[in-house]
Each structure stands twice: as C-alpha cells, then as structure tokens.
C-alpha cells in the first residue's frame, strides 16, 4: 500500500483541481486523480477534427460566469495565465428581419432596442435589472455559505442554522415573499409580471433553462434564471466572459496552481473504488489494482459514481441511498461546435459588430423555447431547439488561424433518454435543425462552415462522466437546492463516510466553472481538522 499523501481528491475537473491547489495550500500532502488522459472534465480545449489540427473548439463548457474573485486571487490563476476577455451583448434575430441586441450595461441603448418591440418592456427593463441586482446582492454571498443541517438539533448545527439567520437579518417580509416566488415559480410567470413582447420574455427567459430539463413554463426555472444572474468571472457581479485559450486554459491554470502550491496531479488514474473502516474512509484503489492511503478523500465526480459505484449502498445509510438513487440528473443538451471560414452575416444586422461578441440566441419567443422543451418531453428531438451561441474567437485569437473562427453552440433539447444511446443519427439530423434555424436568420453561416462536432448527452456521460449529459451534475430544480444538494442532511460538503467529502457540482453552488464548491467544501475540511485538533488537545489534557 502507497502512503505519503494527506489528501486524495478524485477526479480532475476545475472542482477537483481547485480543491487539490487549496488543500496543498493548506500544507496538505495531496494527490489529484483524473480517470481520463487529461484534466479539466467539462472544462477542456480540442482539436476534434483530424483533417484540421489548427482549430481549437471549448468542447463542452464555453464560457466563465461564477468564478469569484476571491478564488483567482487566492489560488494566483492570473499568474498561472488566467485570462478572459468580456462577452459582448446578447443578441436575438428573428425571421422577420428584426434584432434584439441587449447590452445589459447600457442602459439607453437597451431602452431604445427594446422599445422597437414594445414601450411597455423598455420602461420596466430597468427597474426589472434593479431588481434582479437587489436579489442578487443578497444571494451571492449565500454561494459561499455552506448550508446548515436544517432541522438538527445538535448544538454546532443549531450555531449554523442560527448564523444563516443573521446573515438574513436585514430581510424584510415582503423581500422573504420575493425570493420564496424566485425559488418556487417558473421564469414565464416571472416574465408575465414584467414584460409583454413574446420576443422580450424569451430573451429574458434564456437564462432561466440553460442546461435543465425544464422549459419556461416549469415552476423553479425563476431561480435558475437567477442564478445565471449572479455570474463574476472576476469582472464584476452579472459579468460573464471567454477565456483566452479557451475553458481548458482555465483547467489549465488550476493544474498549474495545484502543482504551484505542492500538489501533484495524476491522470490515466481512475479510482476503482473508495476504502474505509468503521465509518472512516482510509484511501482509494485504483483501476491498476494501486492502493493510495489518506485520511482526507475528496470526491469531485457525481455522486452516482462516489456513492454507489466507487463505495456501495451497503456501507451508506438507507436513506442516504435512497436520496442518491432519486437524484435526478437529467437533460436534453446537445453541444455543437462549427469551424468557420468567415463570421455569420445576419440579415437583421449586416456586417461584423458587437452584436457577434456575445451570446448569439436562436430563441424566436418564449413559446418557441418553450415548444422545443415539450418536444423533447414528448419523446423526440426538438422541431425548432433552441441555442445559446458564442463566437470566442472574435475576441481570443489563439483557437484557430487569422481569418477563420469558432462558434459554440449550446443547444435544447432532445429526449433526456438520449443519454443511454449514442442516437448518432438523430443527434445529425437534429444538428441540421439547429443550422438551418440560424441560416434562416443569417444565410451565409450554412455554406461557411468547415467542419462540425456534434455530442449529446451519451457522450458526455461516457467521456467526461456528466451522468444523463447533466452540466450541473444534477439539476436546478427546487427541491435540489441548498440544503437539498444532494442530500438532506449532507449539503455541507461532508458525507455519512467521516473524512470523506464531496466537491463536485451536485453540491451547493455547483453549476458553472466557478470552483466553488472546493473551496467551500476545504474551508469545512479546516473547520473539522480544527475540532479534531482541539479534541485531541482536550484529551491529553483531561488524562494529564
């Protein structure tokens, strides 16, 4: 058996990699092991076609939203070259030769832009984004707190349930009223009270069903609306951005920190299973048939793969299993990434402009983004999906040569049972859809494009263990959230197996490539490794 480590953190996506960078800055012996040939999971840069090794696409993730500040700075990403350039304006093209381009900074232009659909909209748009920027103020801090054990009785968990309490403190009723509304109802009854143009509420809407099994119409989309809102990327609160290099350079970067501060990261390691005695976890086996002892493990995969896979339901309690096995991590996302001789040429809006360096949205209305969701409920792969479309290389230079460019294309919804198959034809003829939508709307973009990927969600449950091609590793629903993620009881980043602890996306805060979830879940390792301390300081003590 292999001794010498401190901390084993399983799995090398951005959650693994930041919680080994803090966990060795903490002065921990700590060993990162990614199961594939490289690290960063979902968050990873290519080349994917053979023929065309100079273009680099954002193979899964495509953009930084929830990364804070706090965390660039503590763990010097900037310094292990960390940089993103910010998103331009959303932009929404529509059939009739109309265009929205929504700056969310400026607010006299998205005043005028928004009055060619209704007047109505333009005058409540800015109250609207003062109160999303209230709501968010007071969420954001919430990402960083771990959720108690609400319920418990136990001393140090009434002290936590009690701290929450406090930090609510300058809550008022009717803003309690609020962000219960937020957390409960769908982002179209949310829209309906605020706007009119089916056009703007499915520009609004867009946010609210990124990457869920959920249309607009389905109660808890409000909150994920929200929490999109809430994006820093360190440029500021509702900032979101493209890293240069791509979201591998920002795996990168994390690798670079973690081995910076002591860490060393392993790939082609895959943990066969999870060791522990009497309740205490004491290491991990590989596949290889290695033993690596520890008495910190930190799990960062879904936790399928950490609880009934990599341990097994007869060492968990029964209720904690079955909370598992209810997990729902469901989806209908189908990633594609085109190579491009020129840029798309929207008939709405000739030419290059700013509106190409934000989100491009293929999302008519909000019946239209609802309509594609119901598609897929009904068993089969949207008519018309629905796209969220980003061209990084407008801004970053370094994914493909002078003259050519990359767009990513994260697109809803095909049936979330398209996770067990490959459905390689269907995924094709799907993505013929989605191009056609958007030729529709810019009649260049068909003929200008080189070479395309196209990947469901069965491939990324197979390659990078997204289980059902979740980005979340679970979704975004109500009953899924803070204390719930992903089970009662344990959505403090700990777990019923003492010194084992989960870092993944399936906990609190987990969506995004934000990293926050490993740095939550090691300021509980501190925590733990202080009372563990302070115990055995007591216990010399009392038999002295």
Not at 9 to 24: C, D, E, K, Q, R
Not at 98 to 112: H, I, N, P
Not at 364 to 390: L, N, T, W
Not at 408 to 429: D, G, I, K, N
Request: proline share 6%; with cysteine.
């Amino acid at each position: 058996m292999r001794g010498g480590y401190e901390a084993i953190v399983i799995g090398g996506g951005h959650n693994g990699l930041a919680a080994g960078a803090y966990l060795a800055r903490d002065g921990l012996r700590t060993v990162v092991l990614e199961a594939r040939h490289k690290v960063g999971g979902a968050a990873t840069t290519d080349a994917p076609w053979q023929e065309a090794p100079e273009f680099n696409v954002t193979t899964y993730s495509y953009v930084m939203s929830l990364m804070p500040r706090r965390i660039i700075d503590e763990l010097r990403l900037e310094h292990h070259g960390y940089k993103v350039f910010p998103m331009g304006p959303s932009y929404y093209a529509f059939p009739d030769g109309r265009s929205l381009t929504m700056t969310g900074v400026d607010a006299g232009k998205d005043y005028e832009a928004l009055a060619r659909f209704s007047r109505r909209d333009a005058e409540a748009y800015g109250e609207w984004r003062k109160w999303l920027g209230e709501l968010a103020a007071i969420m954001e801090p919430l990402l960083l707190t771990p959720p108690p054990k609400i319920g418990s009785r136990h001393p140090l968990d009434l002290l936590d349930q009690l701290k929450l309490a406090w930090r609510m403190r300058g809550l008022d009723v009717p803003r309690v009223g609020e962000l219960t509304r937020l957390m409960t109802m769908s982002a179209w009854d949310l829209l309906d009270d605020w706007f009119e143009s089916p056009q703007v509420k499915g520009a609004m809407a867009v946010d609210g069903i990124i990457g869920t099994w959920a249309g607009p119409a389905t109660p808890g989309t409000a909150y994920v609306l929200m929490h999109h809102e809430i994006g820093d990327a360190g440029l500021g609160l509702s900032s979101w951005g493209y890293p240069r290099g791509g979201m591998g350079a920002v795996s990168d970067a994390l690798r670079s920190s973690a081995e910076a501060f002591g860490a060393e990261v392993r790939t082609n390691a895959p943990v066969e299973r999870i060791l522990q005695k009497d309740g205490r976890v004491t290491g991990v086996v590989l596949e290889s048939g290695e033993e690596l002892e520890a008495d910190i493990v930190v799990a960062a995969t879904h936790p399928r793969i950490t609880f009934l896979e990599q341990l097994g339901s007869e060492e968990l309690p029964d209720d904690f299993v079955g909370n598992i096995e209810r997990w729902n991590s469901r989806s209908g996302v189908v990633k594609i990434n085109l190579a491009l001789s020129e840029l798309p040429d929207f008939t709405a809006d000739p030419g290059r402009g700013e509106h190409l360096g934000g989100a491009v949205e293929l999302a008519h209305s909000i019946d239209y983004i609802e309509e594609a969701f119901q598609d897929a409920r009904r068993g089969r792969a949207a008519r018309r999906p629905f796209s969220d479309g980003v061209i990084p290389t407008v801004f970053d230079r370094t994914l493909c040569p002078e003259g050519y460019h990359i767009m990513s294309l994260f697109t809803q919804w095909v049936p979330h049972e398209w996770s067990e198959e490959p459905h390689r034809e269907e995924l094709e003829a799907y993505a013929d859809r989605v191009i056609d939508g958007y030729s529709e709307l810019a009649p260049n973009l068909r003929g200008a494009i080189l070479h395309r990927q196209v990947l469901g969600p069965y491939d990324m449950e197979q390659e990078i263990g997204l289980i059902g091609g979740n980005i979340f590793h679970g979704e975004l629903s109500a009953e899924q959230l803070f204390h719930m993620r992903p089970a009662p009881g344990y959505a403090d980043y700990r777990t019923p197996i003492r010194g084992l602890y989960q870092a993944s996306s399936a906990t609190h805060a987990g969506g995004g490539v934000c990293a926050i979830p490993a740095y939550n879940c090691v300021r509980e390792i501190r925590r733990d490794r202080r009372r563990e301390r302070l115990k055995q300081r007591l216990t010399v003590r009392n038999r002295g």
